[in-house]
């Protein structure tokens, strides 16, 4: 279940198949909001539960709100990006593929050994309402 605070800052999902907008990791820790990078795609940190701000601390990143975890995302096919994905509480970037599903889902991989190990997450759409993030 969504903190009462954060759960008033979203509203419905939003129509379309863009890869553009706010996106909450699959325990509802992080959200991210993706944005035009270059010719690509980045995404920075917009809110983050308690637990994993103290998380990213360990893995030596004081601030995670405004932290770009999504970086340099180019486009390889339609619905498909390649670039790399920063894990604050590892305090690492990865290789990373990421690939939407639909409007609503968005699969995130980070990978090593080139390729060869990747752990998958899908992430969930969720539309800012009433303030904008960072």
């Known amino acids: ?3 009462v605070a954060f759960a008033l800052l979203f509203a419905s999902l939003p129509s379309g198949h863009s890869v553009i907008g706010t996106w909450i990791n699959p325990d509802r820790s992080v959200a991210v909001r993706t944005r035009p990078c ?3 795609v980045c995404g920075r940190v917009v809110w983050a539960s308690a637990k994993a701000q103290a998380d990213a601390r360990k893995g030596g990143v004081s601030r995670l ?5 999504l970086r ?3 486009p390889v096919s339609d619905g498909a ?3 790399q994905v920063f894990v604050p509480d590892r305090g690492r ?3 990373s593929h990421m690939i939407q599903l639909n409007a609503q889902a968005l ?3 980070g990978c090593v050994a080139g390729g060869l190990l990747c752990k998958k997450q899908v992430w969930r759409r969720v539309a800012a309402r009433g303030r904008a993030f960072g």
């Open 1 to 3: 279940m969504l903190p």
């Open 38 to 40: 270059g010719p690509g």
């Open 65 to 69: 709100v405004g932290t770009e975890l």
């Open 72 to 74: 340099n995302y180019a």
């Open 81 to 83: 990006w390649e670039g």
């Open 93 to 95: 970037t990865f290789e």
């Open 107 to 109: 699969q995130i991989d």
